[in-house]
């Protein structure tokens, strides 16, 4: 448990009604960074907040959250179901009385049931998306798991209108019941780079002006698929001509499949032109040092790095999975492309690498796209508004 004791204490007076995030873990990804900017731009004085990881918050992502009245608590579960934390889940709800629980994804919904036991007032239970053993949410086990839980869930938040469309249509739940909350991204962090020139972060290798930085930015691990990006660039050098001998790749990021991902460089030819970055703090100033983004990921939710890209002023190749196609326009700020596709994907670099002015043309409109869309203040009002619409008047603080 990374927590502080007298921070503790002090919560338990506060009169503000406690917000309780329930996840897997809290460490480096997609959807802990959005509990992550939705904990640091909502409103204090309407709510405090507490993350509980059933596995483990790590303390470095844990200083993400700039506010101080935040608890974290890890559970150490261990693999399966999590049933023996029940009597444990229940007196932490007890003890700590959270006005709200918010459970996310399949992992984590199994909380809400001692959440109920416990009196807690509101059950959210939001979907952010699929893992790799059930990349389009086609398994009948998991529809199934989904809804006998459902009595147990309050509300339901679909980060995209596929996984809403999943909810209603294939688990069963009434559609009165899911609200549709996508994903916001931060534009004063994330922001085109001031002129043509693009940032040169810490370590880069990629400083040459007429290099052609494509990028991504994720966890190593095989649903995000890092290997077909690895394959795509290395055909696309081969296949583009004199244009694409200037293509230059930026992989940031950390996790289980670093080891095969240097083994397929290595065996693609391309090592003096990938940098494996490793986990990044300034992943804004890396966004910043790229001419294109690529995402080719096997399945995706809302994808919060495709919206800092397009926030970035970049033209984004996303594999057409979960809710991409509801970010990226092709032929307006991007390209979709199948997944585990390297030929496609090549071709939508290749594309790219020989018109510059295409890619700032789409990377503009992305950045339009963003303001206009999936500004991070709309994205905090409506869940402060969930959160508030779900509690009884006691419970609204003052």
């Known amino acids: 448990m990374c927590c502080a004791a007298a921070c503790r204490a002090g919560l338990v007076s506060d009169a503000r009604p406690l917000v309780m995030h329930l996840v897997y873990s809290f460490d480096v990804g997609g959807l802990e960074n959005g509990v992550a900017n939705l904990i640091n731009h909502m409103p204090a ?33 261990p693999p399966g179901h999590g049933i023996k934390l029940y009597p444990r889940l229940y007196r932490l709800f007890r003890e700590r009385r959270p006005a709200v629980v918010h459970t996310r994804n399949l992992a984590a919904l199994e909380c809400v049931v001692p959440a109920r036991l416990a009196g807690v007032p509101a059950r959210v239970h939001g979907e952010h998306g699929w893992d790799v053993s059930d990349p389009q949410g086609t398994r009948r086990k ?21 996984i809403e469309s999943y909810l209603v249509d294939r688990v069963g739940i009434d559609a009165d019941r899911v609200e549709r909350i996508c994903n916001g991204v931060d534009t004063a962090r994330f922001f085109p780079a001031a002129d ?19 990028g991504t930015v994720g966890r190593l691990q095989a649903v995000k698929d890092q290997i077909t990006l690895v394959r795509a660039f290395a055909l696309a050098r081969q296949q583009g001509g004199v244009t694409a001998q200037a293509l230059r790749l930026l992989i940031a990021g950390d996790g289980p499949l670093r080891g095969e991902l240097e083994a397929e460089i290595r065996s693609a030819g391309v090592g003096d032109f990938v940098w494996l970055a490793g986990e990044r703090k300034d992943v804004a100033d890396v966004m910043r040092s790229l001419d294109m983004f690529v995402l080719p990921s096997r399945t995706e939710g809302i994808s919060n ?4 890209a397009m926030a970035s002023g970049l033209p984004v190749i996303a594999t057409a999975v979960g809710g991409n196609a509801e970010l990226v326009v092709p032929r307006g700020t991007g390209a979709l492309v199948p997944a585990a596709d390297p030929g496609a994907m090549a071709r939508a670099l290749m594309c790219y690498a020989a018109d510059a002015a295409l890619r700032h043309e789409h990377g503009a409109a992305g950045r339009q796209r963003v303001e206009q869309g999936f500004s991070l203040d709309a994205m905090v009002a409506r869940y402060t508004a969930l959160y508030e619409g779900l509690l009884p008047p006691p419970a609204l603080g003052s």
């Open 45 to 77: 004085e309407r709510f405090r907040h507490a993350v509980v990881a059933l596995t483990h918050c790590a303390p470095a992502f844990c200083q993400r959250i700039t506010r101080p009245d935040v608890d974290f608590l890890s559970l150490h579960k």
């Open 142 to 162: 998991f529809q199934l798991l989904r809804r006998a839980y459902s009595p147990f869930v309050s509300r339901y938040v679909a980060l995209s209108g596929h």
């Open 196 to 214: 043509a020139r693009r940032t040169v972060v810490a370590g880069s290798p990629f400083e040459a002006a007429d290099s052609i930085v494509v």
């Open 305 to 308: 790095t495709i919206l800092e």
